[in-house]
């Protein structure tokens, strides 16, 4: 197995220490890496923090502090927020950090567009967009999407909550979308979301194909100490990564695993490829084999055997089999790797 440096953070409502773990022996130590709501996790183009433009060099060790902005020409930008949220902006976007709290993370999109990965969220978070002086709270996993240009919320996936006065707020299901004014009363209609992907649809469902196949390579790999769910560093991307307690798929279907699991371990998907679930069954996911990834190639580093991109056929027959209930499926459900597309 590799020899590689992964560094851990598990950002939780309760502080946890920082580790560094070598894979091969498992010696621990102190790290300086970390990562808070606000750490810069992806740049590509013009990317700028306070006017100051970003490099790769910066990836993981800058921060969105409260009050300033980060914002984007001909590039995009993904900022981590709480644990398992992802903030992305487009093309000639802006957005100021106003809250980085766990307990009250809120960001303003002044410019262009942003959208919002959400894979883990609890009753104890409050994650907020500002958008056109309007307020809008997302309270479930999902795939958000708001424009300053044509002010107005998107719900692809999940449910979000946008205020219209004082306690008072309108609930936006997955599928419909609103346009935000302040002092209007917003009225949430249907939206065709086949339609609605376009060009920032895209580059979210990539990123998040990204970060599904470096979190499996990790949770397979990763020997230190585990500090439960929460942002690690993989050192193949230059980037983090997200842990949860359990297996999930992103509101794009890509499959996700917790410490422990992936790769070639007894209940992950052997060689090192991801589900990318197809079917619901029975709460469960009967998954396949996402452009014939196997083999736990993350962005040119080779798997556990060697496999690529654009395999084609090379996946294992059956794939492995999580029995329980994961994702709410019954006791025969769970996870199923597939062979074949």
Same mark, same amino acid.
């Given at each position: ?10 950002l939780?409502l ?70 398992g ?7 000639n976007?802006?957005v ?43 309270? *479930? ?8 240009n ?17 306690? *008072? ?6 599928e ?9 009363e917003? *009225?949430?209609?249907?939206f065709?979301?086949?339609?609605? *992907? ?8 990539l ?39 359990g ?19 007894p ?27 196997v ?16 395999? !084609?056929?090379?996946?294992?027959a !059956?794939?492995?089999h ?10 025969? @459900?769970?996870?199923? @790797?597939?062979?074949?597309?």
């Amino acid at each position: 197995m590799k020899s590689a440096m992964v560094a851990l953070l598990g950002l939780g409502l309760m502080g946890t220490p920082l580790f560094a773990a070598d894979i091969n022996n498992g010696n621990q130590a102190t790290q300086a890496r970390q990562a808070v709501p606000g750490t810069v996790n992806y740049i590509e183009g013009a990317v700028y923090l306070n006017g100051s433009q970003l490099n790769t060099k910066d990836l993981g060790n800058v921060t969105v502090e409260p009050g300033q902005e980060i914002s984007t020409e001909k590039g995009k930008a993904e900022v981590l927020l709480m644990p398992g949220v992802f903030l992305r902006l487009d093309d000639n976007s802006t957005v100021k950090m106003v809250s980085p709290d766990l307990a009250l993370t809120q960001v303003q999109l002044e410019k262009g567009r942003a959208a919002v990965e959400v894979d883990e969220i609890h009753d104890q978070n409050n994650l907020q967009v500002i958008d056109a002086g309007v307020t809008t709270r997302l309270n *479930k996993r999902g795939y958000y999407e708001f424009d300053a240009n044509r002010p107005e919320a998107m719900v692809f996936k999940g449910e979000a909550h946008v205020q219209v006065g004082d306690n *008072k707020w309108e609930k936006v299901k997955g599928e419909h979308q609103v346009v935000l004014s302040a002092g209007a009363e917003p *009225k949430p209609q249907k939206f065709d979301k086949d339609d609605a *992907k376009d060009d920032l649809y895209n580059w979210n469902s990539l990123r998040s194909q990204y970060m599904a196949e470096a979190n499996n390579q990790m949770a397979s790999e990763y020997t230190g100490p585990y500090a439960g769910p929460g942002w690690y560093w993989n050192p193949w991307t230059f980037g983090y990564a997200y842990m949860g307690a359990g297996p999930f798929a992103s509101p794009f279907g890509w499959g996700f695993y917790p410490f422990g699991w992936g790769g070639y371990y007894p209940y992950g998907f052997y060689g090192g490829y991801y589900g990318h679930p197809r079917v619901i069954h029975r709460g469960g996911y009967v998954g396949g084999v996402r452009h014939g990834y196997v083999g736990g190639a993350v962005r040119g580093n080779p798997g556990h055997f060697g496999g690529m991109h654009n395999g !084609g056929s090379m996946a294992p027959a !059956g794939g492995a089999h999580l029995g329980g209930d994961l994702h709410g499926g019954a006791a025969a @459900g769970g996870f199923h @790797g597939g062979g074949r597309r």
